[in-house]
């Protein structure tokens, strides 16, 4: 019985489809069929059928067999309407099908436990030597000078800011992070490890966890802070995810949320890593829109 009624409208709508076809031979008529709601049905034979075999694989056909057939008897043009919304949500599943596989070949390899990472150093990429005679506004405005033209972010910070930043965060490890985007928000999981500040978005994260691909890495170099006085911080960014401005504003928003003692950010911190059930992301939002009144009493340049 299944195996008939599912023939009688596969068949159907292939009648449908070449009448659809037939139409298009004649100047007064379109290749689309116009439906109630002003939208257009536009499947070739090839989405068609593919669309129809899933639906022949739907655990659920024996359940709403009658109601197919009834639809596609009284209402072809809204049945053919359906079959394409069905196969419109199947290719969008594959699109994040695909897409999961290739954030699994971006993932980096995952830390062992125990294991410590190899902190970088200042002299990977500045000579120190050619610095160490000069002030420290000197030495700021050569790391600004450098960065100028890379594709990343540069900044500084007093000794204390930077003890108070990585002792908090030994407190509250993982934090999360809203970015405004065009017409909504994407929230950006950061994580603390040794000198470093990783950002990878929320959804990478929630599939990789700790081995997700970044689209923000944060280093912070100490070895001047005894000399000069002076933390310096570069932020490599992925440039297919994020602008330098966007870049910036997570630099800041972390600055606000690790070395400010803003009782609200405070207890969001807490929430977030103690209680996570009361945690609600539309607080992170709320604070946002404070954020740049307070950038100026950040003492740290970005």
């Given at each position: 019985?299944?195996?008939?009624?599912?023939q009688?409208w596969i068949?159907?709508a292939?009648?449908?489809?070449?009448?659809?076809?037939?139409?298009?031979?004649?100047?007064?008529?379109?290749?689309?069929?116009?439906?109630?709601?002003e939208?257009?049905?536009?499947m070739?034979?090839?989405?068609l059928e593919?669309a129809?075999?899933?639906?022949?694989?739907?655990?659920y056909?024996?359940?709403?067999a009658?109601?197919?057939?009834?639809?596609?008897?009284?209402?072809?043009?809204?049945?053919?309407?359906?079959?394409e919304?069905q196969?419109?949500?199947?290719?969008?599943?594959?699109?994040?099908?695909?897409?999961?596989n290739?954030?699994?070949?971006?993932a980096?390899?995952?830390?062992?436990s125990?294991?410590q990472m190899?902190e970088?150093?200042?002299?990977?990429?500045?000579?120190?030597?050619m610095?160490?005679?000069?002030?420290?506004?000197?030495i700021?405005?050569?790391?600004?000078?450098?960065h100028k033209?890379?594709?990343?972010?540069?900044g500084?910070?007093?000794?204390?800011?930077?003890?108070?930043?990585?002792t908090?965060?030994?407190?509250y490890?993982t934090?999360l992070?809203?970015?405004?985007?065009?017409?909504?928000y994407?929230?950006?999981?950061?994580?603390?490890?040794?000198?470093?500040?990783?950002?990878?978005?929320?959804?990478w994260?929630?599939t990789?966890k700790e081995?997700?691909?970044?689209?923000l890495?944060?280093?912070?170099?100490?070895?001047?802070?005894?000399?000069?006085?002076?933390?310096l911080?570069?932020?490599e960014?992925?440039t297919?995810?994020?602008?330098?401005?966007?870049?910036?504003?997570?630099?800041?928003e972390?600055?606000?949320?690790?070395?400010?003692?803003?009782?609200?950010r405070?207890?969001?911190?807490?929430?977030?890593?103690?209680?996570?059930?009361?945690?609600?992301?539309?607080?992170?939002?709320a604070?946002?829109?404070?954020?740049?009144?307070?950038?100026?009493?950040?003492?740290?340049k970005?």
């Open positions: 019985v299944r195996h008939s009624a599912l009688q068949f159907m292939r009648v449908l489809l070449r009448n659809a076809m037939h139409l298009a031979r004649h100047p007064k008529n379109s290749w689309t069929t116009r439906i109630s709601n939208r257009y049905i536009m070739s034979r090839t989405r593919k129809l075999e899933e639906l022949q694989r739907n655990p056909y024996d359940k709403y009658q109601k197919i057939a009834k639809l596609q008897q009284t209402s072809p043009e809204q049945f053919l309407q359906r079959v919304q196969e419109k949500i199947r290719e969008k599943q594959e699109k994040h099908k695909k897409a999961a290739f954030y699994e070949t971006e980096k390899p995952a830390l062992e125990g294991i190899k970088t150093r200042l002299d990977s990429i500045m000579k120190i030597d610095i160490k005679d000069k002030s420290k506004e000197e700021i405005k050569i790391w600004n000078e450098y033209q890379k594709d990343c972010i540069c500084t910070m007093m000794p204390e800011q930077y003890d108070k930043m990585f908090r965060s030994k407190q490890s934090f992070l809203p970015l405004p985007r065009e017409q909504s994407e929230f950006i999981m950061c994580q603390f490890y040794g000198s470093e500040v990783h950002m990878t978005p929320l959804l994260y929630q990789h081995n997700a691909p970044e689209c890495t944060m280093i912070y170099y100490t070895e001047l802070r005894e000399d000069k006085d002076i933390v911080m570069r932020g960014f992925d297919k995810l994020l602008q330098v401005q966007e870049a910036q504003c997570l630099a800041n972390l600055l606000l949320y690790y070395c400010n003692d803003h009782e609200h405070l207890q969001l911190l807490e929430t977030f890593t103690n209680r996570p059930d009361k945690f609600k992301h539309m607080d992170l939002i604070q946002l829109e404070t954020l740049s009144l307070e950038l100026n009493n950040v003492e740290t970005i």
